[in-house]
């Protein structure tokens, strides 16, 4: 005689990229024990590997997971915390300059607040494009980074030169559109070399602009007793 198996709620969310709706249902034992594996293991690379197999576990449908933008991951992978785990979590918040103390010190305590992972939403700029006019002529079209960008560091200039190569999807004129697979790496390095800064800084506004996993928090300073506004961006800023 089989044992008995459990019936797993499945729950909606809206994927923030494509606003498409997707079902998922909770994380089961088995990825807890993933999770907890590759925590433990501390390589960025397996809790990067141990998020995405989780995701794609959890997700009913056919979904991309590996080519998701990073925001997406992010966002699935917080709702699946919320079902799985609970919907409050309580952070401790970096100290805030105090306006009533005498110094320029910080207040030398965090304090805890809770946040609700389910209004936490990935906000996008009204302005935000993936089609960026270089020239009057020349213009690019870029796709979104997917999880392994969190890798890289700000201070790593080479790497994230790298990352913007990635993210170019088509180069393109009036007359002429150059695909990703039509062009080889060195030819696109040769392309962002020519760029002006202006330019480059055109493409750089996409990456500073584009959608991002954030909420304000509202709280009472537990050393000061003011209050304060703090916005909290990035999946591990909500489990700090």
Known sequence: MSLPKLNVPVY??????????????PFLVKEEKLLLTAMEDGDQKVIVNAVKQIIKNCIQGKIDVDN?????????????????????????????PCLQRDDDD?????????????????????NHSSKIMLDDNVGVKLKYPDISSIEIKKSDSETAMKMIGNCIDIIFTKEETHDRGSFTDKELDEFLDSLSSAQFAKIKEFFDTMPVLKHT???????????????????NSFFG
């Open 68 to 96: 998701l933008p990073t925001f997406d991951i992010e966002y699935l992978f917080l709702r699946l915390r919320a079902k799985s785990v609970g919907e409050k979590v309580t952070i401790g918040l970096k100290p805030y």
């Open 12 to 25: 909606e969310a809206i994927l923030p990229s494509t606003n498409k709706v997707i079902k998922y249902r």
């Open 217 to 235: 928090v509202k709280y009472k300073c537990a050393t000061c007793g003011e209050d304060k506004e703090t916005t909290v961006q990035g999946l």
């Open 106 to 126: 910080f207040c030398k305590f965090t304090t805890e607040v809770e946040i609700n992972l389910e209004e936490v939403e990935v906000s996008k700029s009204k």
